[in-house]
């Protein structure tokens, strides 16, 4: 299994528990979980991220615009993401 697919996998676990989350608190978690974790630079989180939600894995819940003046997206896991992790594929 490459670190696309584990990043992927890990990434996805963080929306277990059906929480809003952004790609700062996920990459933040997944080195919490996995401080080793090869692969897991924020750039990496935030592009798993987009690419989940175009999988329909997740949707986009919310956006801000944080202290920079940049607009942060913030994800929540879709119906389908929860039956995906629930079966265990994730």
């Known amino acids: 299994m490459d670190d696309i697919t584990v990043l992927k996998g890990k990434v996805m676990d963080c929306f277990r ?5 952004n790609a700062r608190a996920v990459h933040e978690l997944v080195l919490e979980r996995c401080p080793a974790e090869g692969g897991c630079s924020l750039p990496a989180v935030r592009e798993q991220l ?5 999988e329909g894995l997740l949707s986009l819940e919310s956006t801000y615009v944080d202290d ?13 993401g929860l039956d995906l992790l629930h079966r265990g594929q994730a």
């Open 17 to 21: 528990f059906c929480e809003a989350l």
């Open 50 to 54: 987009r690419e989940l939600k175009d």
């Open 68 to 80: 920079n003046g940049s607009k942060v997206p913030v994800y929540r896991i879709s119906e389908a």
